[in-house]
T-cell receptor, first 113, second 113 residues
Framework: AQSVTQLGSHVSVSEGALVLLRCNYS??????LFWYVQYPNQGLQLLLK??????LVKGINGFEAEFKKSETSFHLTKPSAHMSDAAEYFC???????????FGTGTRLTIIP | DSGVTQTPKHLITATGQRVTLRCSPR?????VYWYQQSLDQGLQFLIQ???????AKGNILERFSAQQFPDLHSELNLSSLELGDSALYFC????????????FGPGTRLLVL
């Protein structure tokens, strides 16, 4: 079975500060990892994905994530937060041949002006 | 805009009733996934169809059923509705049957009174 743990259900950062959202996964097979963002009253938008190529993955809106197998982590970062980054962020895991995404519980990001 | 469409956007109904949620995948995508998002359960995978055939089942109740039609659109049928079925229901689509990137629709918000 696969699982994802997102540390911190709520994270607040000041505008212009570093954003760090944590995701740890559990998988007995090589994982594929995703970050999705959900803005209020909207669906989930794919930010970035890791599918066993480069361990540092760049996504949209200036976000990136690094796959660290030794730490079973896939943390999401952005060097400088913008007010428009306020949203809920979900980490998800799947694997080759697996049909479903298993999501974490989400992290709500608040940006302080 | 992910290219996945869902109707209706909102649905209000009473306990015991039956509703049908509709999803049209992105052009060319053969796989359709249904997810439920609720406050207490988070984002949970319900069921997947690939090219008209059921491919994988998750935490889907027996009162719920789905199908994918020859034109690849999918419907999720929820019957004997209970208060606890109130949730956001998302449809996602992908080009392949497994581990492909899933693109999410805007969701249908169901409220059971």
């Amino acid at each position: 079975a696969q699982s994802v743990t997102q540390l911190g259900s709520h994270v607040s950062v000041s505008e212009g500060a570093l954003v760090l959202l944590r995701c740890n996964y559990s998988s007995s097979v090589p994982p594929y990892l995703f970050w999705y963002v959900q803005y209020p009253n909207q669906g989930l938008q794919l930010l970035l994905k890791y599918t066993s190529a480069a361990t540092l993955v760049k996504g949209i809106n200036g976000f990136e994530a690094e796959f660290k197998k030794s730490e079973t982590s896939f943390h999401l970062t952005k060097p400088s937060a913008h007010m428009s980054d306020a949203a809920e962020y979900f980490c998800a895991v799947t694997s080759f041949g697996n049909e479903k995404l298993t999501f974490g519980t989400g992290t709500r990001l608040t940006i302080i002006p | 805009d992910s290219g996945v469409t869902q109707t209706p956007k909102h649905l209000i109904t009473a306990t015991g009733q039956r509703v049908t949620l509709r999803c049209s995948p992105r052009s060319g995508d053969l796989s359709v996934y249904w997810y439920q998002q609720s406050l207490d359960q988070g984002l949970q995978f319900l069921i997947q169809y690939y090219n008209g055939e059921e491919r994988a089942k998750g935490n889907i109740l027996e009162r719920f059923s789905a199908q994918q039609f020859p034109d690849l659109h999918s419907e999720l049928n929820l019957s004997s509705l209970e208060l606890g079925d109130s949730a956001l229901y998302f449809c996602a689509s992908s080009a392949t049957a497994g581990q492909g990137t899933q693109y999410f629709g805007p969701g249908t918000r169901l409220l059971v009174l």
